[in-house]
């Protein structure tokens, strides 16, 4: 016991014997419960510290050992104390075992930290100067060099009801870094930028909100760890995947500190109508593999918490790629992570999660299992039951690649879509099949056990990889700021440079690429299933070729705003114009899969694909590799979708072409739908008239563009094209006047 602290002499007694339940340290009337799982500890210590966490003030030993959980009560302790664990066992880490009581371990429930972690000797429970790696037992103090947690109060109940709650159909997911997205905001005051304030700015969601997304996706916020190998270049681990206490926001994006900051960041985001969805990391710790630090789980219960080599458990299966594996077949494993997930909707109003590396999550004796206890869990609890669970669905462990794979009530990030979609607009060859697919919410992957098309999370660009700007403006990744000479990162990008590496002045190469991530965004946004931007692509961020920018806490990895040129606010409003799209398209986002049968009640199909002169691809023709435009023609009236009134615009026809050449379309008759307008073509510039066409009619559809048209049952063409103008112009996409209609070009001809 050592003594010394103003205001805690009067707690340097024993613990009574307190509650086994909840975990982690609870306030409580007279005091505060602390109880910590350890199922192969043979003793556990409470330390107190000062304030800062600097001095410790006193080791109470935990008095009572129930059902695997260890705890004790402090009476008349208050929120505020700052405390850790010491815990004694055997040291053997062939069997599993790696108890050190000369490391201060963090609570794996902890809400608040205090203090920083400092790379040094002192963190490792084994001696870093040994003759083998990862072997020996360490007898320094680890304390003054990691973390510690502060017990807080808990925070006022939430009202009901929380969140907008949006409805997948109608979801956009925007991708953001809490740091990245408002370092260099120029709205933003200077001490919020980078911050959880910050992003609640109102600047940041009018423009948001202007976008027309809806679920703000924000990259990892729990406290996470700059792994050493960065440190030592003066770099940090900018992404966080790299978690050590999953109940705990990193301070790093606190403007003023506290939970609050964060909570009070979601209410602003609901206020204006937007979902908040956290990137959680449960299937790895920054703890790292035999020759990693000890700074909780590894202490408190390593052969619990982690899945260890069967042959020698020294070693961890290190099916993360990141040199261990959590493992949630156990059953106190399994509840940190669900009370870890309960904790962020109810307590924080979190609209959702986005899971990496999930297939981890589902990995069970025999391998990866989509009944698995995890997936089970979240299926019958009552509160993640309705959020919005997304997978990453894979990770580096054999059979580690599950796209589909996951059960009913997730949705998955699709890289099919993003590896097809990026192929056919480069130009590849024999794309145009799999793109048919992807367009329909990869049915394949998805059709079954009552899915539906938003479980496909379409995406063209994330966090990892090439920006959309640099998609279309390097053939090649150029990391070389990472320090690892350029080895990093991934090397198949399906990228195209438009005939220059890196930034140019060619005009020619400007206005291609330009159109090129009209294609793409085009594709993204009017394709079935959940799309998901990620931020800065509006308008061309770039990240000068890095690909892999997860060190880059600077201007690489950060939003330029002041970057934003004439051709970044047209693309910007071209973006909004497509959102509007589909919003008022229900066509374009049906609940349904579409499956290409015939609704003899109407004569059509949901979902029918064109060739230019008019007629269906044929089964010969998907298979021709030099197959590079075609027609996608859907039909809401075979989809049985519900429109709000009548003559709504039920029909789509989207004309994707990749060659080079124009090509001289035949606008198709459909049986009791009126004349079609043209909604979209990447070939003009956004906000361009909306002219219509009569059906049987040709349009030209200029090499490498995209358009789309729209027709709607029962309507004529006054009426349609009053009721589509009208709409638009709320949106401040406006058609000339009648008497400035300009006189039709080439094989176009409006009726």
Not at 195 to 208: K, N
Not at 701 to 712: I, K, N, P, T
Request: hydrophobic share 35%; aromatic share 10%; glycine share 10%.
């Amino acid at each position: 016991m050592i003594s010394g602290a103003p205001g805690l002499s009067a707690l340097i007694k024993p613990l009574e014997e307190g509650l086994a339940y909840p975990l982690g340290a609870t306030c409580m009337d007279g005091g505060i419960n602390f109880a910590l799982f350890s199922a192969h500890a043979s003793r556990v210590e409470l330390c107190l510290f000062d304030e800062a966490g600097r001095n410790e003030i006193a080791r109470l030993e935990l008095p009572e050992f129930t059902d695997e959980v260890w705890h004790g009560f402090l009476p008349g302790a208050k929120p505020g104390i700052v405390y850790g664990y010491r815990v004694r066992g055997p040291y053997e880490p062939e069997a599993g075992y790696r108890f050190n009581p000369n490391k201060l371990l963090l609570d794996p429930y902890a809400r608040e930290l205090v203090g920083k972690l400092k790379w040094g000797a002192p963190i490792f429970g084994y001696e870093l100067r040994g003759k083998k790696p990862g072997q020996g037992f360490d007898k320094r103090d680890s304390a003054p060099f990691v973390f510690k947690a502060r017990v807080v109060e808990p925070l006022p109940g939430l009202p009901l009801p929380r969140g907008p709650r949006i409805p997948w159909d109608r979801t956009i997911v925007y991708e953001a870094h809490v740091r990245g997205l408002t370092r260099l905001h120029p709205a933003v005051p200077p001490r919020l930028r980078g911050t959880f304030a910050g992003l609640a700015e109102r600047a940041v969601i009018e423009h948001l909100r202007s976008l027309g997304v809806t679920s703000v996706e924000l990259l990892p916020t729990h406290v996470f760890v700059d792994d050493t190998h960065l440190t030592d270049k003066g770099m940090r681990n900018y992404w966080g995947y790299n978690s050590i206490a999953f109940f705990a926001a990193d301070p790093r994006y606190f403007a003023d500190g506290g939970r609050a900051e964060f909570r009070d960041m979601v209410a602003r985001l609901h206020d204006a109508g937007l979902e908040v969805i956290l990137d959680v990391v449960y299937n790895h710790t920054a703890e790292g593999n035999e020759c990693g630090p000890t700074l909780s789980f590894k202490g408190i219960d390593n052969k619990s918490y982690y899945r260890l080599n069967r042959d020698d458990r020294r070693y961890y299966i290190n099916d993360t790629g990141t040199g261990n594996t959590f493992d949630l077949t156990h059953p106190r494993v399994l509840q940190l992570v669900m009370d870890s997930l309960r904790y962020w909707v109810l307590q924080m109003g979190v609209d959702g999660f986005r899971f990496d590396l999930a297939t981890i999550l589902g990995r069970e004796a025999a391998g990866f299992n989509h009944n698995s206890g995890f997936f089970y869990a979240c299926r019958q609890d009552p509160v993640l039951c309705r959020a919005k669970m997304i997978a990453e669905p894979w990770d580096c462990g054999p059979g580690g690649y599950r796209l589909g794979g996951f059960p009913p009530g997730w949705s998955e990030w699709n890289d099919r879509f993003r590896d097809t979609v990026r192929g056919f607009w480069k130009g590849d060859e024999g794309q145009a099949s799999d793109l048919a697919t992807r367009l329909t919410a990869s049915a394949d992957h998805f059709n079954y056990c009552g899915r539906r098309p938003s479980a496909s999370v379409n995406f063209l660009t994330a966090h990892d990889g090439f920006t959309l700007h640099d998609l279309v403006s390097y053939n090649d990744k150029h990391n070389e700021a990472n320090g690892e000479a350029n080895r990093d990162g991934h090397d198949d990008n399906r990228s195209w440079n438009c005939g220059a590496e890196g930034p140019t002045d060619d005009p020619e190469i400007v206005a291609l690429r330009e159109l090129q991530k009209r294609n793409l965004l085009a594709t993204l946004l009017l394709a079935h299933g959940t799309p998901m931007l990620l931020a800065g692509d509006e308008f061309g961020r770039t990240q000068h070729g890095n690909n892999n920018a997860y060190c880059q806490d600077n201007e690489i990895g950060w939003v330029d705003w002041s970057a934003i040129d004439a051709d970044g606010e047209r693309l910007t409003a071209f973006v909004r114009h497509l959102v509007e799209l589909r919003e008022s398209l229900p066509v374009l986002r049906p609940a349904r899969f579409s499956t290409g049968e015939m609704n003899a009640e109407y004569e059509t199909r949901d979902v029918a694909w064109l060739t230019p002169d008019g007629p269906e691809l044929q089964p010969e023709q998907w298979t021709d590799p030099e197959l590079r435009c075609f027609g996608m023609l859907a039909d809401g009236r075979a989809q049985h979708i519900v429109v709000p009134h009548p003559g709504s615009d039920l029909l789509v026809l989207l004309v994707l072409n990749a060659s080079h050449a124009a090509v001289r379309w035949t606008l198709p008759r459909v049986s009791g739908c009126g004349p079609w307008t043209r909604l979209v073509d990447t070939a003009l510039p956004p906000g361009d008239a909306f002219p219509m066409f009569a059906a049987g009619r040709h349009y030209t559809v200029g090499g490498r563009s995209l358009a789309l048209f729209s027709a709607a049952p029962g309507r004529d063409a006054a009426e349609f094209l009053d009721g589509l103008v009208a709409r638009l112009a709320m949106h401040g996409v406006h058609a000339p006047a009648e008497e400035s209609d300009p006189e039709p070009e080439g094989d176009e001809q409006p009726d």
